[in-house]
């Protein structure tokens, strides 16, 4: 990592935590909603990661590689919120609210794409639901943020061999949830 500016420096530590980590919120925003499944819960979770961060900015200044180290961070923030929340004796429950996916810019394609695709979102955000917090974390930050399972390792805390059977049987009982249609479009022999 090149050095701080000194410029950066001279800068008060309020400029130093915005400029840091910015860029940085929709990335950690996506990751909570993944995580959480709830936009409340995501930006409440974001919220306190930052909230814990905004104290150590010198600290933050010094890290080489920060969005991986703020993933392991906001993940921990999850797991502590889920261990809270099962030890709480109020569930809270957020219905109806917007889900980000529904706020992507529409695209060129008619009316049929859009339904089909509207479908297809349905039923995938449905079964990711229906895994268990541990296998749609793995999942989520694997398949779809790109982290290799080395990374993974390092942000989750846990052993690679678990990491590996955990996205196995992620990925074998989304298998399960979805229609077999996702599978097997244009692949069926009929005879």
């Known amino acids: 990592m090149p050095p701080v500016s000194p410029y950066r420096r001279a800068r008060p530590a309020t400029s130093n ?58 993940y921990r923030q999850y797991v502590d919120s889920v261990r809270q929340r099962a030890r709480s004796p109020i569930a809270t429950y957020a219905e109806g609210e917007d889900n980000p996916l529904d706020t992507l810019p529409a695209m060129t394609d008619g009316p049929e794409e859009h339904a089909e695709r509207s479908w297809w979102r349905e039923h995938i955000l449905a079964a990711l639901e229906r895994l268990n917090p541990e296998q749609r974390t793995v999942l989520t930050m694997h398949d779809v943020e790109g982290y290799s399972l080395e990374e993974l390792e390092t942000i989750l805390e846990a052993p690679l061999g678990t990491l590996k059977s955990r996205l196995h049987r992620a990925r074998q009982r989304l298998r399960a949830l979805l229609p077999m249609e996702l599978f097997s479009a244009g692949e069926r022999v009929n005879g």
Request: proline share 5%; no cysteine; charged share 30%.
């Open 17 to 74: 935590f915005e400029d840091l980590l910015r860029p940085q919120v929709e990335y950690l925003y996506r990751l909570a909603w993944r995580f959480t499944g709830s936009v409340a819960d995501a930006e409440d979770l974001v919220q306190d990661v930052l909230l814990k961060l905004y104290p150590r900015t010198q600290e933050l200044l010094k890290i080489e590689r920060l969005r991986p180290w703020l993933a392991r961070v906001l």
